[in-house]
């Protein structure tokens, strides 16, 4: 079977579709660690954790916030399936700021077994990410 | 006999309730084309994850899974989604209608409700019904953080084994004229069917980590996707609800300036009539 040559990337959240979109080469966080792929990836499903993906179109690199969730891979397309996320331009500064603060409190104040305190983990994890994914500006390759 | 100064009052009540409920319809209008892509925007995530499933059921026994377990005998959950604010027509009585027919037809099987939006709150927290939870003053726009906060309570219940099924009624948005009350079970959730799974088995894909993990994170989004159809449905409904409800107001109130306007110029009319006849009358007497 000849290689494709680009690949469909649908990135969808129940509230909106993210991307859709073809695309030459996307990056995931997988729970088992960063993968990429390329068109003519084999078959896979993975799930996803918390961090950034980005996704690149000829010269051109998009960043996104993702938080959770699975992708399907087949060798021609993508599809992100994922509870939250937000492209890396219409990430909420402010609101990341302050959730992290929010967090960091709760977590002073917690004891290291408290259920709260691993909500204000994630909490606090999901705000680093996010607030990582819209400084830096420029792609993390090339 | 009404003066008609008492007209003219009436007619100008009339007026400005006409000019509400005209300025009622024309804000649903804008807030509905919002809600409408909302909805259309939450479509393509439950076709994925359908998908997936299907070609995951080829590969595991997805019945093991705790969110597909089939149980009976014990008890249901229904949560029943209204709106929060009324003049919508009968959008909130037909939901509650549908509720209370559920209830009849499992009566004497144990039924707990869990409410969303003030209406159904207001009309089953009378009933002696046990309420399972209960959700006011949702946010127009509804993000998916909601529906994590309804679906966590009844896939605990479920999961937990407190209740054998999760049924969902509320107002599905069909077009802008026309609002469908669904009954729809929630969980257990229904699985692939045969042909689906054929048609997905073609495909051998890598599992990571394991085929067992990437089905437990995709059923719990089905049914976080699934609340969250029923939450954004609703609310496009709404505003298509109450956009008919509010138009049919406005042109009843038109009818009504009319008729009255017919009647106050048939009084003054009369009242003329009448004065001329004095006059008239007046005048021959001498």
Redesign the interface.
Known sequence: MAIPKHLQL?F??????IVHDHVDEVELP???GDFGVLPGH??????LRTGEMWYRKGSETRRAFIA???V?V?PDRV?I?A??AERAEDIDVARAEAAKRRAEERLAKASVVDFDAERARIALLRAITRLQISRQGRPPRG | MPSLIDMRRRIRAVKSTQQITKAMKMVAASKLRRAQERVIATRPFAGQARHVLASIASRVDEHAHPLLARRTGGATLLIVVTSDRGLCGSFNTNVVKAGGAFLAEHAGRAVWLGLVGRKGRDFFARRGIPIRFEHVNLPKAISFADAEAIAAPAVADFVEGRVDNVWMVYNEFKSVIQQKVVVEPLLPLTSVSAAEEAEAAGTDYLYEPSPERILDVLLGQLVEAQVMRALVEPNAAFFAAQMTAMDAATRNSSEMIDSLTLYMSKLRQAAITREIIEVVSGAQAQ
């Open positions: 649908e969808v959240t129940p509230e909106r579709a997988g729970e088992e084999a078959p896979l499903l993975a799930a959770g969730g699975f399907e087949v599809s399936l509870p939250v």
